[in-house]
């Protein structure tokens, strides 16, 4: 590997050692640095880590409700209550849904998020979650945005914790990291966000974390952010993970602007180009290195090639397959279904061994990609 900067082999040697980096060294990341080198500094640091193997799990998305009341500017996805296209889906839809694809595709793992709907206390949750552990064991709940948890919290009463309790006693596993966007709050003012909700994410995610609730993080660039937001977004995040190692994962995605408040209004004239997004995954890559070390890729907005590529820059995990998502495809993307053969493929054709995880990043199946050609037969939607 041979990497022609001086500040960016002092910031790997630093990042080798273990040691935090600075805002400035993430700021030079960002404005200064090549980015093949970040990519080759970023996947060695992958290879050394996981070798040859990148991981994906057997995944649903299961969007319960588009009924919200905060209305981020971000967002194409909400409807106002009362909008002849708003929808909530009762226990037994949810049921029959999630059968359907636990049946024919082995999911084990339902991401279920939805919007902040006011119709809604902790008895649907804690029932919808009670039903599905009790019919779907070997199903991990990867649930709710932080969004979702303050207003349940809100609308219950009582601490933190003891929703949180009641939550996971009814059968959610893990938290997805969805709400941080950019923690800082003037950016998130100006995306819509209510005020102090990047502190109220990083507490709900800290009060998960010492309660032994395994969590992910995020962060949502490519809109009306600084570097310097995203620099101190990520050390906020590694702040925290040095505290409990709570977060399991890391993933960096790029803002759709497609029918949103944010592009109705000028404000974001398009999105972020295929340099961003490989820069961010490389730049997260180094940053969080041993200390939070599955940095995911964000293929479902930027497709299997920019999967395929964002492995090779650093990242180490697919993510998960798609069946029927709704968020995206509001902002008229285009995403289709990603069946796990396609990720085998996709991970296969860059030599590298596809590893099938469940929500809690154990191993379920390693795939020997060479013996099998994983397309045939395969019907693409
Ligand atoms: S991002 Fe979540 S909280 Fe914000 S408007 Fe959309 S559904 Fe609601």
Request: proline fraction near 3%; aromatic fraction near 10%.
């Amino acid at each position: 590997m041979i990497v022609n900067d001086n500040v960016l082999a002092r910031v790997y040697k630093k990042a080798s050692k273990g040691e935090i980096l600075s805002v400035d060294d993430i700021l030079y990341m960002y404005e200064q640095a090549d980015l093949m080198d970040l990519g080759k500094i970023a996947g060695k640091i992958s290879r050394d880590l996981w070798g040859n193997r990148v991981s994906f799990v057997s995944n649903m998305i299961l969007n319960y409700t588009n009924v919200c009341s905060i209305q981020c500017y971000f967002c194409a996805f909400y409807r106002r209550p009362g909008e002849d296209d708003a929808y909530l889906m009762s226990a037994d839809d949810i049921l029959r849904e999630v059968e359907l694809y636990h049946k024919n595709y082995g999911i084990r793992q339902l991401l279920i998020q939805g919007g902040v709907n006011p119709e809604l206390d902790i008895d649907y949750f804690t029932d919808v979650f009670s039903r599905i552990r009790r019919h779907f064991p070997d199903l991990g709940i990867h649930g709710l945005s932080t969004s979702e948890i303050f207003y349940i919290w809100k609308k219950t009463g009582g601490t933190l914790e003891d929703v949180l309790s009641r939550l996971r006693e009814s059968g959610l596993d893990t938290i997805p990291g969805a709400g941080a966007e950019i923690l800082d709050e003037e950016v998130r003012k100006k995306i819509g966000r209510p005020p102090g909700s990047g502190e109220q994410w990083l507490m709900i995610m800290e009060t998960a974390h010492r309660m032994g609730i395994r969590t992910s993080a995020t962060m949502m660039y490519g809109h009306l952010e600084s570097n310097e937001n995203k620099a101190m977004h990520l050390i906020k995040i590694l702040d925290l993970q040095m505290k409990y190692g709570g977060f399991l994962s890391f993933t960096p995605w790029n803002f759709e602007p497609g029918n949103t408040r944010l592009e109705r209004e000028g404000l974001v004239e398009g999105r972020a180009s295929s340099q961003d997004v490989l820069r961010n995954i490389a730049i997260s890559r180094i940053v969080f290195n041993r200390h939070l070390p599955v940095i995911q890729t964000s293929w479902l907005t930027n497709g299997v090639e920019m999967g395929q590529l964002a492995i090779l820059f650093g990242a180490s995990d697919w993510g998960g397959t798609i069946y029927n998502e709704k968020v995206i495809p509001a902002t008229g993307k285009k995403v289709g279904d990603l069946r796990k053969e396609i990720i085998i493929k996709a991970i296969g054709q860059l030599g590298m061994v596809p590893v099938e995880r469940d929500n809690l990043y154990r191993t379920v199946k390693i795939y020997n990609t060479e013996q099998r050609n994983y397309l045939d037969g395969i019907a693409f939607s």
